[in-house]
């Protein structure tokens, strides 16, 4: 209410989509301490090689297990300390952000595009194809994720590329669903009509005309698939179905580290953390987005 | 109410078919037959491969060996592990209550907390209690499991000595398997301890497992609260003079449930696929644990019947949900 007497009150411009939508963003401390820490995080992915103190797989073999430089014992040289054959954890986190970034990134494009398409071909064309694919979705959903990325990779055999396709093929449904379910609200608006009434193909009504007013809901759906996709990336990584060693990925990381819980407690802490982190700046952004997105859905 | 029902029944079917077409697919996906892997190393000779083709009935065309497994999953029958040459089904039925039993103790934990903490926020909106439940919640549904489950040994089982690392129960006690369910099984018995054992060995694990249906559940009854304690009939209630007590718990909880609800049942698939990483952590000998090492050792009926066992479980709890919902809620049987 104190909104719609503030515009009556005073004379402004109007905003344009795009300030408003920044405008109700940044009131989010959440959101916007999520969004700080993704573009620390993608910065430090980015210039990986100038950023990281030694090399990811270089093995100081004097400094097994050191701990961190604050504790006993600490080496400068090791901010973070070093794992079980030497190596330097915060290099190797450093490393691993580059990889879980961009292995969030393929899953993430690959499930949404591949959903679009669906979601799009599903709620447009109705009939046969719709049941059909939404049949399909309904199959993958009744299984749970992990357990059915798990059973693909253990077709494909372990490996980082296989276990992102896997995810990409599990995150599938949740596009189709939500594509199709803006589509079918969309379709019989007028503008629709009328577009199609202007001669419009089916292609151009799907992805011109339809598609830009249903991506609201995906993009909230993506940036929450990024943090999904990290966190079951690293699952697998540590069911050792994922990235396999000497890759710096967190995951497997921690599947190295679980020898040492009782000696050396960094090296199961740090790569943990970090997860924890990305994980968490991701969902306050998804729900910064939301709100922002459609401040009528406020939670 | 009936047709409702009959509706819903016969949307499983075809998802049951389209799963049991997964896990049939699955097997004929995997690089090398299954001959070759059950062979090993030596391998079979060229008759004894033909005799185990058509005893296995791998010489009949694709389509037909579909109808074959469909029969037999329908009499029961999901083949036989390549590593013990037990039946799936009667392995699976061995360490189901293990997962049953650590799933539902993860399940209690989180529906209390989560609750607790949900309706506490609600009422205290905006305090420090609303932003420590937010805080935890957030935190909760972000958390990578198993970092989590390593947490937790680190500090209760290795610096405090609290809890056992892993397993269900200490070595030194024998308990007679009657229902499979740990807890149970050492009440009946008459070793003293026994039951104090088994609840240490479960506690960690199903605080791990039920830390993130804990998290939804407790920001999903936080904003159920919120908007039921806005409504009018709230507000009657408390003109009325009724006590806030009653007014909490009798009014508006009753209504702010039913989403709930709904997302407990949700919960059920993460819960099981969530067992697959707390089980292979914490050594829980459940079907979880079970799913991983099969697919190490290349034990593909294992993973196929396993899978297609827990979609089932999980297809059913589903169905379960939406006809308690249809109950509930009669606005559900109606629409669509």
Redesign the interface.
């Known amino acids: 209410m104190t909104m719609t007497s503030e515009t009556q009150t005073t004379v402004r411009m109007p905003q344009t989509p795009l300030a408003e939508f920044w405008s109700y963003f940044i009131q989010n401390r959440g959101a916007l301490i999520g969004l700080c820490f993704i573009v620390f995080i993608v910065l430090l992915a980015v210039f990986a090689d100038f950023v990281a103190p030694h090399h990811p797989h270089e093995q100081f073999r004097d400094f097994i297990l050191v701990p961190p430089a604050w504790t006993e014992g600490g080496n400068i040289q090791f901010w973070l300390g070093t794992d079980g054959v030497g190596r330097d954890i915060l290099s190797r986190l450093i490393h691993g952000a580059r990889l879980s970034l961009l292995i969030g990134l393929v899953i993430v494009t690959v499930s949404l595009v591949l959903g679009i398409c669906l979601g799009l071909l599903a709620g447009f064309t109705g009939g046969f194809v719709d049941v059909a694919i939404m049949r399909f979705a309904d199959i993958l959903l009744s299984m749970p994720a992990l357990l059915l990325a798990i059973a693909i990779v253990a077709i494909l055999g372990p490996s980082i590329v296989n276990s992102g396709l896997a995810l990409s093929l599990v995150y599938l449904p949740h596009y189709i669903r939500l594509t199709r379910a803006s589509v079918l609200t969309e379709i019989n608006k007028d503008y629709v009509i009328s577009s199609r009434v202007a001669g419009a193909g089916a292609l151009r009504l799907m992805f011109i005309v339809i598609l830009p007013n249903c991506l609201a809901p995906l993009i909230v759906q993506a940036t929450l698939g990024f943090s999904n996709a990290i966190l079951d990336m690293a699952a697998l990584g540590f069911l050792g179905l994922g990235a396999q060693p000497p890759l710096p990925e967190w995951g497997s990381m921690l599947a190295t580290a679980r020898e040492f819980i009782q000696s050396a407690w960094w090296v199961v802490t740090f790569p943990g953390l970090i997860i924890l982190m990305t994980v968490l700046a991701f969902n306050l952004m998804g729900d910064g987005l939301r709100d922002a997105l459609d401040p009528k859905l406020k939670q | 109410m009936l047709q409702f029902f009959i509706r819903r029944l016969g949307?499983v079917i075809?998802?049951f078919i389209?799963?049991s077409l997964?896990t049939f697919a699955?097997i004929h996906?995997?690089?090398g037959d299954p001959i070759t892997i059950m062979g090993g190393e030596r391998g079979f000779s060229e008759d004894k491969r033909a005799e185990l083709e058509a005893m296995l009935g791998l010489d009949k065309p694709i389509w037909q060996q579909y109808f074959v497994y469909l029969g037999n999953i329908l009499q029961g029958d999901l083949g036989t592990s390549y590593v013990t040459s037990q039946p799936v089904l009667s392995e699976f039925m061995t360490l189901f209550p293990a997962t049953v039993e650590l799933t539902v103790c993860a399940a209690i934990f989180a529906v209390i907390t989560g609750l607790t903490l949900g309706i506490l926020a609600a009422i205290k909106r905006g305090g420090l209690l609303d932003h420590t439940v937010m805080t935890i919640s957030?935190?909760g549904?972000?958390?990578?499991i198993?970092?989590?489950a390593?947490?937790l040994?680190?500090l209760f089982s290795?610096n405090l000595g609290w809890t056992p690392v892993s397993g269900r129960l200490d070595v030194m006690f024998w308990v007679d398997e009657v229902t499979g369910f740990m807890l149970i099984d050492t009440l009946l018995s008459d070793e003293d301890g026994a039951f104090l054992s088994a609840l240490s060995h479960l506690v960690l694990p199903a605080i791990v497992l039920g830390t993130i249906p804990m998290a939804v559940i407790a920001r999903m009854t936080r904003?159920s609260m919120l908007e039921v304690l806005g409504e009018d009939y709230i507000r009657t209630a408390r003109a009325k003079g009724l006590s806030k007590r009653r007014i909490i718990v009798k009014h508006a909880l009753r209504n702010a449930l039913i989403p709930v609800i709904t997302v407990m049942g949700l919960q059920v698939?993460?819960l099981?696929?969530?067992a697959?990483?707390t089980e292979?952590i914490f050594a829980w000998p459940g079907i979880g644990k079970w799913?991983?090492e099969s697919?190490?050792r290349r034990d593909y009926p294992v993973?196929q019947g396993g899978?297609l066992l827990?979609?089932t479980i999980?297809?059913m709890v589903?169905l379960l949900v939406d006809l308690m919902y249809g109950v509930v809620n009669p606005r559900v049987r109606h629409s669509k």
């Open positions: 949307m075809p998802t389209g799963v997964f699955l996906l995997i690089p957030l935190t549904y972000s958390m990578p198993f970092w989590w390593l947490l040994i680190l290795v904003s698939g993460l099981l696929s969530g697959i990483l292979t799913l991983v697919i190490g993973v899978l827990i979609a999980i297809i589903n």
